[in-house]
């Protein structure tokens, strides 16, 4: 009886210990401010202020990764020249699309329980210009998000990456995002120009894998353009927006030399 006790007590500090202590308060204002069209958000709070003055044309396509270090996150709008729907949050969590706000309301409060959260702008006609759309963090550290083992963010206009491009072959198990969220306002086409994966043992992609999402405008999120794993190059792929996911994941065994495309 006392050596049960004993191990209903290890059992509750056990359960307890990997909470923090300390919740963590917002922080008074944004520490960083991000003007870029797209990038990656690291940091405890941020503004996104994007061509808050200026003229946006119809068709500007951008997407920013926020992953905050504490789970409870909050975005509010301070400034708008946005048409209806052309700014939205999805959250993220291993790469798989959750829920999806649409920002239009200055002041309100948008919040999640735990981060990845993507910010994309996909402006329509009625647009006139940017927004400023700030990201507070709090509360307990986040396990929820990130896990990634690479996360890279393009902003060029044109450009050309390979994965992992450093000569060596990818590692097992991972989960690996690129993003290209080209500056400019346009529609691009995506071209493979390497594919060396492990070969499927049947006709769907059940081991290591590269999936390209766009956005798709109409339903306002991003679809599943491809789901590649052979060493066959697809046909080139038209993205809309000019916006693209692309999501690597390898299984736990077998290894090859991976993946090059461009955009242009
Ligand atoms: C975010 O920053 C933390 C701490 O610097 C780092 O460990 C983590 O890998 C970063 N996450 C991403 C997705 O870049
Ligand atoms: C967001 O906006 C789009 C386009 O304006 C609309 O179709 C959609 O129903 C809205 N979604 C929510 C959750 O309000
Ligand atoms: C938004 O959240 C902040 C911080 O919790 C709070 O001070 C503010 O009153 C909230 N605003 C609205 C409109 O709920
Ligand atoms: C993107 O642009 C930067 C700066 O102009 C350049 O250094 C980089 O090599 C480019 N990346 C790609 C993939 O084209």
């Known amino acids: 009886m006392i050596a049960l006790a004993v191990f209903l007590i290890a059992v509750v500090a056990v ?6 202590a300390i919740l963590v308060d917002e922080d008074p204002a944004p520490v960083v401010t ?5 990038g990656m958000v690291n940091t405890s709070s941020a503004a996104i202020n994007f061509q808050l003055a200026s003229s946006i044309p119809a068709g500007q396509a951008c997407l920013w990764t926020v992953q905050a270090p504490y789970d409870a996150v909050r975005f509010t709008l301070k400034e708008s020249g946005l048409g209806m729907g ?3 949050l999805t959250q993220f969590i291993h790469a798989i699309q959750g829920y999806q706000y649409n920002v239009t309301e200055i002041g309100a409060n948008y919040t999640y329980s735990a981060g990845t959260v993507l910010v994309s702008l996909v402006t329509g006609a009625e647009a006139s210009s940017g927004f400023s759309l700030e990201m507070y963090s709090s509360g307990d550290l986040d396990v929820a998000g990130g896990g990634f083992t690479h996360y890279e ?13 450093n000569g060596q072959p990818y590692m097992n198990n991972e989960r690996a995002v690129i993003i290209v969220s080209p500056s ?5 086409t995506l071209t493979f120009t390497g594919m060396e994966l492990e070969q499927p043992s049947g006709f769907h992609c059940l081991y290591d ?14 679809v599943t353009e491809e789901i590649l794993c052979r060493s066959e190059l697809p046909p080139p792929i038209m ?11 390898s299984d736990s065994s077998v290894t090859r030399g991976g993946f090059a495309f461009n955009w242009m």
């Open 34 to 38: 991000i003007t870029t069209c797209g």
């Open 15 to 20: 359960a307890t210990a990997d909470r923090s």
């Open 184 to 188: 400019d306002a346009g529609s691009r």
């Open 153 to 165: 963010t393009f902003l060029n206009s044109t450009g050309a990456t390979a994965y992992p491009g």
């Open 239 to 249: 993205l809309d927006t000019g916006l693209a996911v692309i999501l690597f994941t």
């Open 86 to 88: 052309d700014l939205k």
């Open 209 to 222: 894998k590269v999936k390209v999402l766009s956005w798709y405008v109409p339903w306002g999120h991003l």
